[in-house]
């Protein structure tokens, strides 16, 4: 309804930039998906009329709906606005490695947490995001170790809330 | 009336030793957390939520109700010290609170924010007592097919209408619902969408969704374009607050309150059109006018005032009928169910003592923010200076932390990652994440009752109009339609008078609060 009228202008109908463009077929697709997923589900003999269809049904109509609005509003230059924030620069580039470290980092500590136990494994995770986003890697490693062991020595004895040990399962403090 | 009694009796609960500790613990990490740059209310909650898994009902709530209010404290005293909104109903606090800190002011504008949270805050919560009881003995007699017509309110309007793109919100709204009907068919009993994948055969969290598609989503999002070097944080500077400030700042803060309760408290609230509304009639009945847009501090105290009294009313029809027309609301409502507890009508009567030991606490709450905030800015100053990449690191650890320690299987973790690669293009393409979360939420509420209301008419689907409630509410839907599209109008051009003074950035588009 109130696209940034300065970026619409810029915009001119030729340039829809194509990333934004496959989000909204994206969403279009994932509304076609749900509708045949939906005439999948089994509907019992029992059920009176609205089953469990009914309700699939139209959350995919509401998907392919809004996708193609979205669409729409793109073949208009009507584009999407970054979320903006103080920490941002939205001029920049995105950053694909930075990134990329992150979501290795996430990856590996899904991997190991239950192998290294959640402290090490979130001293892994935390050296590993705050070294991708420019903190110096021994720096963050000490913290994260720190707060690895304190968080779950809070959480385990503290609050009684179940964490794995792992590799410090002999550390009473750590193992609930 | 026998409301008071009740109320006497949560003050009972809420004034014992270790309730007085948990709502204290729930404040000061609520503020903490909700200081830090980037993290609003809802995340707030949600990072928060791992803390109360242990503990007994009433213990969990009295300190949530510290968080929530604590969350939208710190919240102010972030955008006022670094003119970064949390949530789109701080904006204009930002505005007019962190000029007036650029200009030596700073310490007046978070008094006067303070005071202006506790009074309205206050308010809001006798609005909260004297007004729920009463609806929700009217909402038990609601039959499902009106509950239907006030899920399509809370969906759509926290969709379409408070959204900066209809198509966007409406997008988010929906991939909310289908996140919403993964798993287990509660009426036939079969898996739904859910991928042939164990992890999925119970849903998708809501508590996943939240930490993931904010606390991950957002984490990716500031580090694919982080701005890098110093953050400036503006110095607490001047008097706390003359008499000058003060007789400036009550009025305000009353019309406020007026403003925020009532609007937060409809299905179709929200907190951000009552702060534009308290900013534009301030605006308006100011003797100072031209310092509006250079720091005026009515411009602080009242939509402050109204951003708080509305967190309040949005509990209204959360506790009353079990709506959630927030993204923190919709946590909550996560948090109630953790516990077996079935926000709605039934609250009061089945969970009296919880209910009303949290409403206590919301009145106590609101004075330990009183009390500990002004001495203790200091910390909060400290806190926004946190190296971003700590910072970061930290919201992640929380994250994983939450969504390891939900159910205890790292399987849950995939979940949670999926869910932020999803916030960030969300993020990244304009997509306000709010309606997803409450899509999430009300959809197998709206799915259930629909069925229900169909089952009782046999298939008739006049059922859902014919209801006297039911068809009032439409028509009340279309005429708020009409209505919030002038009042839109209206907020633009106030911000776009503000935008002539130089605005900060607002953080991301006007839908997408709470984060």
């Known amino acids: 309804m109130t696209e940034l009228p300065a970026r619409s202008a810029a915009a001119g109908k030729a340039r829809i930039p194509v990333p934004e463009l496959l989000m909204a077929l994206g969403v279009a697709a994932l509304g076609v998906l749900t509708l045949l997923g939906a005439t999948t589900i089994t509907v019992p003999l029992s059920a009176n009329v609205v089953g469990p269809r009914v309700f699939p049904y139209a959350v995919g109509t509401a998907l392919v709906g809004a996708g193609v609005a979205v669409v729409v509003a793109l073949v208009h230059g009507r584009l999407g606005q970054p979320e903006g924030g103080e920490d941002l620069d939205l001029t920049a580039r995105a950053d694909w490695s930075t990134v990329g470290k992150i979501l290795a980092g996430f990856v590996a500590h899904i991997l190991l947490v239950d192998r290294l136990g959640w402290a090490l494994a979130g001293a892994l995770l935390f050296a590993v995001i705050a070294w991708a986003l420019g903190a110096s890697w021994w720096k963050a490693t000490i913290i994260g170790v720190v707060l690895g062991l304190v968080i779950q020595a809070a959480f385990v004895s503290g609050l009684g809330v179940t964490l794995p040990a792992g590799l410090l399962d002999r550390v009473d403090l750590l193992n609930g | ?515």
Not at chain 2, 118 to 140: M, Y
Not at chain 2, 144 to 157: C, E, F, I, S, W
Not at chain 2, 290 to 307: K, L, S, T
Not at chain 2, 420 to 447: D, H, K, N, S, W
């Open chain 2, 1 to 515: 009336m026998g409301d008071l009694g009740s109320l006497i009796d949560g003050f009972g609960t809420a004034l014992q030793p270790i309730s007085l500790l948990y709502a204290l613990i729930g404040v000061t990490l609520g503020t903490a957390v909700g200081v830090l740059p980037g993290i609003g209310p809802a995340m707030t909650v949600a990072l928060l939520l791992p803390v109360t898994y242990r503990l007994e009902p009433t213990g969990a709530f009295i300190m949530f109700a510290g968080i929530y209010y604590g969350g939208m404290y710190g919240g102010s005293t972030t955008s006022i010290l670094l003119n970064t909104p949390g949530e789109s109903a701080s904006i204009i606090t930002a505005l007019e609170g962190n000029k007036m800190a650029k200009a030596g002011r700073g310490a007046a504008a978070l008094t006067t924010a303070a005071i202006g949270s506790f009074v309205a805050g206050t308010i809001a919560t006798v609005g909260l007592t004297l007004v729920a009881p009463t609806l929700a003995d009217l909402a038990v007699r609601l039959g499902p097919q009106d509950y239907v017509a006030l899920t399509v309110v809370a969906l759509l309007t926290v969709s379409a209408l408070l959204g900066s793109s209809v198509s966007r919100g409406l997008a988010s709204l929906a991939i909310g619902l289908l996140c919403g009907l993964v798993g287990t068919d509660t009426l036939t009993g079969q898996q739904r969408f859910t991928l042939g994948l164990p992890v999925l055969a119970d849903g998708i969290d809501v508590v996943t969704f939240a930490v993931g598609v904010f606390a991950v989503g957002e984490a990716l999002w500031i580090a694919s374009r982080i701005r890098h070097g110093p953050v400036q944080v503006m110095p607490v500077g001047g008097r706390w607050m003359s008499r000058a400030d003060l007789s400036r700042s009550w009025r305000p803060w009353l019309r406020g309150s007026a403003l925020g309760f009532p609007i937060g408290a409809m299905p179709a609230g929200g907190a951000e059109i009552p702060t534009f509304m308290s900013y534009a009639l301030e605006k308006r009945l100011s003797r100072h006018k031209e310092e509006f847009g250079h720091g005026a501090i009515e411009g602080v105290a009242g939509p402050e005032a109204a951003n708080n009294a509305s967190a309040a009313g949005v509990l209204v029809p959360l506790l009353t009928l079990g709506l959630p027309t927030s993204a923190t609301a919709a946590v909550l409502i996560a948090a109630f169910q953790g516990y077996g507890i079935r926000p709605g009508p039934l609250l009061f009567q089945n969970e009296g003592t919880l209910v009303w030991a949290l409403i206590a606490s919301l009145y106590i709450g609101n004075l330990f923010l009183l009390v500990l905030n002004l001495p203790l800015v200091g910390m909060w100053v400290k806190l926004l200076q946190i190296p971003r990449p700590y910072l970061y690191a930290g919201i992640l650890l929380f994250a994983v932390l939450g969504g390891y320690s939900l159910n205890g299987i790292s399987t849950d973790l995939w979940v949670l990652l999926a869910i932020g690669i999803l916030g960030y293009a969300m993020r990244r393409f304009g997509y306000p994440i709010a309606p997803a979360v409450i899509g999430l939420i009300l959809g197998p509420i709206a799915e259930e009752q629909l069925r229900r209301a169909l089952a009782i008419s046999q298939g008739n689907p006049a059922i859902l109009i014919t209801s006297p409630f039911a068809g009032t509410v439409y028509l009340l839907l279309a005429a708020a339609a009409v209505a919030t599209v002038l009042l839109r109008r209206r907020s633009r051009r106030t911000g776009r008078a503000a935008d002539a003074v130089d605005v900060p950035t607002p953080r991301g588009t006007v839908d997408d609060q709470v984060t």
